[in-house]
């Protein structure tokens, strides 16, 4: 049985079409998040897992400058962390204090580092 997924234009509104052998369905922007938000669950419980690292030879979709926010968890000792994706939509993660104080940490390395080749760049063309 063969599977497609096509974008349409349904009288002007967008929509997705999804058919399966004989049958077909159109689904709109707010059936599409339940389908990928329902499917996530689903993913989440498989194995095997996701790995824990990414990949070095797939070709992600990077998010380019995400919308995000911060909170503080109300009933956990760390702090979540919302990140929007565009096709994705928001997805959170509750970070525990401890690593809170390490992925600080990177970032404030790969900050370090942009700010040396900043600096180094300006050099240069002096």
Not at 28 to 56: G, N, T
Not at 103 to 109: H, I, Q, R, V
Request: aromatic share 6%; glycine share 6%.
């Amino acid at each position: 049985m063969t599977m497609s997924i096509e974008m349409m234009n349904e009288y002007g509104t967008h929509a997705v079409r999804v058919a399966i052998g004989e049958a077909a369905v159109l689904l709109e922007a707010q059936e599409i998040d339940a389908v990928i938000e329902r499917l996530s669950l689903m993913r989440a419980a498989m194995r095997p897992e996701v790995p824990k690292e990414p990949s070095r030879t797939h070709q992600y979709v990077i998010e380019m400058d995400p919308c995000w926010h911060t909170e503080k968890h109300p009933l956990y000792d760390g702090g979540v962390l919302f990140m929007r994706h565009s096709g994705l939509g928001w997805t959170g993660f509750a970070l525990p204090t401890s690593s809170l104080a390490t992925l600080t940490e990177a970032l404030s390395k790969h900050l370090q580092v942009l700010e040396r080749e900043e600096a180094d760049t300006h050099a240069l063309m002096n």
